[in-house]
């Protein structure tokens, strides 16, 4: 497959290619955000079932044959993994990865924002929702904003550049921050992404009436910074960007009101090394079989290709769809991998 995947992108049934992977290294948190995390005990993914380094690098060698040239490690937290600067050194030594990112709370950052610099990390995402502590700590169940902000100055300060924070906007809790977290951004030199809430993950608190559509979120900025306007350019990125009058660009993840799924060439494997093609989905492909059982990795390769070029999911335009015609949700929570700690945002 090597050699013809190099030539031929491998495309899925709406010719989407695969290029961009999120790898999941835990599926473990030290917070507990109420739109992801809302239960009060989890069933963890056990420690043996979590792929080893060794284990993911392999199984990345075959994805960046198969065309994956943007991957994002991300959890559960993954700052909470031992080590995770060696898995940085040994990702960033790999041909073909033009970008090289790393979603997180940020509430271990200034402790390890240096040795993931220093090991070759390229870009960081952190998630901010609130400025307010004590909004903080009902959302997260902890008292941490104070070290995410440290963490926030502490990635500018060991070099890196193009950093993104993630806002998820949840109508009565945030929404009136919007202006001020902005302006944090701007401050900050990072720019922040406005996510809106999605209906994702088992039992989480989601309802139609909490979502911050993206026209909101705009006209909330416009109010307190001026009229915002669209930047050209998007290809398959789920956030649409747009520049204020005063320059600083900021982006909206429409995920739910004005899903993105036509160019999506995302997928996700999780902590224990299945493979989801679509963060809604409910079930996903188990490669930690194929990398610790007998067979050739052969198998590995082969299972990457047959399931891309079968995927069909639209999954965030279908439950759209479905809203619309006023149809029932699926049941959530069936699978513990549908959750959003587990397969990663
Ligand atoms: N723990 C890390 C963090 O929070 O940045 C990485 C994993 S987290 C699952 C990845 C992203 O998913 C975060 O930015 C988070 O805000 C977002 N997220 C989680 N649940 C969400 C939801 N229901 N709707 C929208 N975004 C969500
Ligand atoms: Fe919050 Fe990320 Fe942890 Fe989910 S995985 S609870 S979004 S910090
Ligand atoms: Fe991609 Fe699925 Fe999200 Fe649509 S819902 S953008 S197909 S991951």
Redesign the pocket.
């Known amino acids: 497959m090597g050699r013809r995947a190099a030539l031929m992108p491998l495309l899925d049934r709406h010719d989407?290619p695969l290029r961009s992977l999120r790898i999941s290294v835990t599926d473990r948190c030290n917070l507990r955000c109420s739109y992801c995390m809302p239960a009060a005990e989890y069933r963890w993914i056990p420690h043996e079932a979590v792929l080893r380094y060794e284990e993911i690098l392999r199984l990345l060698h075959h994805f960046l044959r198969a065309g994956v040239r943007r991957v994002r490690i991300t959890g559960g937290e993954p700052l909470l993994r031992l080590g995770l600067d060696n898995l940085v050194r040994m990702l960033a030594g790999l041909d073909g990865i033009e970008d090289l990112a790393l979603t997180t709370n940020g509430v271990l950052l200034a402790e390890q924002a240096a040795a993931l610099r220093a090991a070759g990390l390229g870009r960081l995402t952190i998630s901010l929702d609130t400025l307010d502590r004590e909004r903080f700590r009902r959302l997260t169940r902890r008292d941490d904003l104070a070290r995410v902000l440290a963490g926030i100055e502490a990635a500018a300060a060991v070099g890196f550049a193009g950093t993104k924070l993630n806002t998820v906007v949840v109508r009565g809790f945030n929404e009136d921050e919007i202006p001020s977290l902005l302006a944090f951004g701007r401050e900050h030199g990072v720019e922040v992404r406005f996510i809106e809430y999605m209906d994702v993950g088992g039992g989480t608190g989601w309802s139609e009436e909490r979502v911050v559509p993206q026209e909101e979120i705009l006209a909330r900025v416009a109010s307190a910074h001026g009229a915002p306007q669209p930047v050209a350019g998007r290809g398959s990125a789920?956030a649409a960007r747009w520049r204020l009058p005063d320059g600083t660009v900021f982006g909206v993840i429409a995920?739910t009101t004005a899903?993105?799924?036509a160019?999506?060439?995302?997928?996700?494997i999780t902590a224990d090394g299945h493979w989801?093609?679509?963060?809604?989905?409910t079930r996903g492909h188990d490669f930690r079989s194929l990398l610790r059982g007998p067979g050739p990795d052969q198998a590995i390769a082969h299972l990457i290709e047959s399931v891309w070029r079968r995927r069909e999911?639209?999954?965030?335009?279908?439950?759209r769809a479905r809203r619309l015609a006023g149809g029932p949700e699926p049941p959530a929570g069936a699978d513990r991998h549908a959750e959003m700690h587990v397969k990663g945002g």
């Open positions: 989407r789920p995920a899903p993105f799924c160019d999506c060439d995302r997928s996700r989801f093609t679509c963060l809604h989905a999911d639209r999954g965030a335009e279908e439950a």
